[in-house]
C-alpha cells in the first residue's frame, strides 16, 4: 500500500548524512565527553563541534548552548529555573503553548505560583494589547512560542522581545517548530532564551538544546555531575548531539530551497481542498505560517475518524498535537483562538517534509474528498 507522512511536526525521519555522521559514536568512538583519556576527548571534540553548529544557525555562541534529551526537557528546565527563585512568583505564557509548557506552569500553579495566559487572535497571533497590559505589573518571565506546532502561526517574536526588555522581563521562545522553517538570530531578536529540538529538523529523537544569553542566571533542573559546565547535569548524549548537529547544518544550507518547495506544496494542498470540498477552513495566519504546516476543519466530519481513515489508505496526519492524539479533548489552541468545539473537533493538521511530492497531495486530495463525502453522509443520517 502507499504510505504517506504528513507527520513532520510530530517527527521527521533522520537525515542520512546526520546518521552517517552519528555512527562512530556508537561504536569505536564511544567514550564519554567528560573523561581525560583520548575516547573522551574525541567524544567532547564532536559536541563541540556540533554546538557550534547550533549556535551558529541562531546566531549565539557555544558556550551559550546547552545540550538536553529535547525541547520538553529545554522547556521544563527554563521555568523551573528561572521562577521557582525569582522574587516575583508570576509566570507569563501564551495561551497556545506546547504542553511541555502548559504541563510545567499547571505544577507550578499547584506549587502557588502564578502563571497568566496570554490572549490570541483568531489567527493565532499574540494579543500585543494583553500582554502590554499584564506586563505593568512585574514578572519573572514571558514566554511565548516562535511558531505553533499545531496550526503554524508564527509570533512576531521581535516585537515581543523588545517589550519585555523595556519591561525588564526576561524572554523565552520555544522554536521547536520553528527552527530551519523562519530565521532565528538570537541577538537581533533580543532572546534570553530559547528551546530547540533535534527530531524536528531531521536529525535523532531525544536530543535537544536550550540557549540561555551570556550573563542569564537560570537555576540548574537536572542534578548530578558536573557536565554543561555545571549547569545540567548527566552524561551527553554524543551520538544524538553528534547527529543534531549535523541535522541542523544540513538544515541550514539548504533551507532556502527546501522552504520555497514546500510552501508551494502547503499553498497548492490548501487551494486543492478548498476547491473540492465545501466546507473547509483553515485554522491558523493564512501568510504568518510554518513553510510545511497545513491545519484544516472539515465541518461535519469528526477529526478522530478522519485520521483513522487517511491511516487505512496509507496517509499519516495529526489531529491537534500528536502528543493529544490519543485524547478526544477539543484542542487548547483552536480553543485559545476562539474556534468552536465543533469545528475544533473537526480539524487536521497535515505537516508537510522534504519529500513529500505534489503526487503525495494529489493523492492525499483524491482520498480526502472521498473520506470527507463518506462521514458527512453518516453524520446527515445520524442527525435525522
Ligand atoms: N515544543 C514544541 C513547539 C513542539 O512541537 C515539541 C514537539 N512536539 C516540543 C516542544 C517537545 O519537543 P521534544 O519532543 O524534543 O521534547
Redesign the pocket.
Known sequence: MKRIYLDN??TTYTNADALQAMIPFFTNEHGNAASLHSYGRIAEKAVSEARAKIAAAINAKPQEIYFTS???ES?NWILNGIVRNCPHKRVLVSAIE?Q?IMETCAQLEKDGYIVEYIKVGSDGLLSMNDLVARLSKPASLVSV?TAN?EVGTIQYINSIASLCEQRGVPFHT?A??ALGSIMMNVKEMKIDAL?L?S??VYGPKGV?ALYVRDGFKVDKFMHGGHQERNRRAGTLNVPGIVGFGAAVEITMRDSGVNNGRIKTLREYMISQVQEKIPNVYLNGHKTQRLVNNVNLSFAGAEGEAILIMLDMVGIAASTG???NSNVLEPSHVLSAMGVEDGLNQSSIRFSLGRNTTREDIDYVVVELVKIIKRLRSISAVKAK
Open positions: 511536526a510530530a529535547g525541547a520538553t522547556n506546547h511541555s512560542m506546532n520555544d521547536a517548530q528551546s529540538s527530531h524536528k535537544g498535537s500528536a502528543c
